[in-house]
């Protein structure tokens, strides 16, 4: 199991960068394939979430540069600007990365439940584009039982945290009564769906949903209670919102400084408190220039969210308890694998050289040769096949100086110093 991750996150790079070399849903199938094709590898994946980008490869040619090349130049970024965020894990290093990850023990967010479903897309999305090979079916289902388990024995999972909650935590503290103000949710995916059930819980009573499709909006909207509305009605819905949060999937900011100013100028200069949730940017950076605007990226989060973690650190430390026990015993079971297939291919290799020396020696007893000539023959033959690969390996090894491999030999062989008496 040659593994490779390839990749950058919240700790090791700014939103900024992030939000460059994020791919978007429709952009995956077609980067799967070109990365395939760029890399001669068989096996990828492709995990892009507002926190992370991260490429797991099954990588026998040890094609590394290739794959950090290639994300720089799909996203038209030059080398240098990935080079000093970007990690690279090699077989080891990958499978304990990617249990903590779907853990949710990399998350921003300590224990977050929303990651490993974003694990199992990635991986389904490799299927479905023909990049999930047995190798990392077999590392991905691994992978579940392993954070089914970190939630199901420690306590990790309990009173769960999120992005969502946070945002919605934070917004309770700038406004006494959330149930007076008006609420304004750019987007209708699984983080504002989220976010939507928080506001309710804290008391929101008057949501919209704004979203660039009308009936994704609608059909979220009758869940929470809310109004729909398209993005094209956003500059008219500012003028009333208090509290907007947006988390698309769009690749270009959804909200421009301009359009916020004349809003904000229309509320008589009362405040509204946004948070950018989205990966890449929804809302332009540079609307929090303006005064009168409380403006937070995801990033602007990690920081409260570090002082919230403190009382998750028991449950941290056995949920690592439980991944590092994990990594050892996947490790041994994958080198058991090994052993198995290079049993299988030797004991084929000499299956089919018996049925070909067999069918030779058979063809000659039917036209009448002498039947101890015959097996004499077939014996000479199979001696000479067999041992023909291992001679040639063995002279090769004590020309290079390489007497582990004669040593290696000599105990498969049980071959004594003497020069090999039968023990059998």
Same mark, same amino acid.
């Given at each position: ?37 760029? #890399? ?40 240098? *600007? ?64 392993? !954070? ?72 979220? !909207? ?38 916020? *100013? ?51 650190? *028991?449950?941290? #430390?056995?949920? *690592?308890?439980?991944?590092?026990? #994990? ?11 090994? #052993? ?85």
């Amino acid at each position: 199991m040659d593994l490779l991750t390839v990749g950058i996150n919240h700790r090791t790079a700014p939103v900024a960068l992030r939000e460059k070399i994020a791919f978007t849903a429709e952009q995956l199938g077609e980067a799967l394939r070109d990365l395939k094709a760029a #890399a001669q590898m068989e096996e990828l994946a492709i995990l892009s979430t507002c926190n992370r980008t991260e490429i797991y490869a099954v990588n026998p040619r040890k094609e590394t540069s290739t794959v950090v090349e290639w994300l720089a130049a799909y996203h038209d970024l030059p080398l240098g *600007e990935l080079m000093n965020s970007i990690y690279v894990h090699d077989t080891d290093a990958s499978l304990r990365h990617l249990l903590r990850v779907a853990a949710g023990l990399d998350s921003m967010v300590l224990g977050e439940p929303q990651i490993l479903g974003q694990v199992k897309d990635c991986f389904a999305q490799a299927k479905a584009n023909g990049t999930l090979g047995p190798t990392l079916d077999r590392l991905s289902q691994n992978t579940y039982r392993v !954070a089914k388990r970190v939630r199901s024995n420690t306590a990790i999972g309990q009173t769960p945290v999120s992005v969502a909650s946070i945002a919605v935590d934070l917004a309770r503290q700038l406004f006494s009564d959330i149930g007076r103000c008006h609420v304004t949710l750019i987007g209708a995916g699984e983080t504002i769906e989220l976010v939507g059930r928080h506001l309710r819980q804290a008391g929101a009573r008057h949501l919209v949903i704004a979203n660039r499709t009308l009936a994704n909006a609608t059909s979220l !909207a009758d869940e929470l209670d809310g109004d729909a509305a398209t993005l094209s009605e956003l500059p008219a819905l500012l003028v009333d919102t208090d509290i907007l949060i947006a988390s698309t999937g769009s690749q270009l900011p959804i909200l421009g400084k301009g359009t916020v *100013e004349r809003a904000v100028k229309e509320r008589r200069h009362k405040p509204i408190f946004m948070v950018d949730l989205a990966v890449p940017r929804d809302i332009e950076p540079e609307i929090s220039e303006l005064a009168d605007v409380y403006l937070y990226s995801i990033d602007d989060l990690e920081q409260i969210i570090a002082g919230n973690m403190s009382n998750r650190a *028991e449950a941290a #430390a056995e949920a *690592e308890t439980i991944v590092d026990e #994990a990594v050892v015993q996947l490790l041994a079971i994958d080198k058991s694998l090994d #052993a198995v297939d290079v049993l299988v291919n030797f004991r084929k290799r000499h299956e089919r050289l018996k049925e070909q020396e067999l069918e030779r020696a058979l063809a000659r007893l039917a036209k009448g040769e002498d039947p101890e000539r015959v097996l004499t023959g077939l014996a000479n033959q199979l001696t000479n096949k067999i041992i023909h690969t291992p001679s040639v390996r063995i002279k090769e090894a004590s020309t290079q100086g390489q007497n582990d491999i004669i040593r290696a030999v000599s105990q498969l062989y049980e071959l004594d110093d003497e020069g090999g008496n039968d023990q059998t």
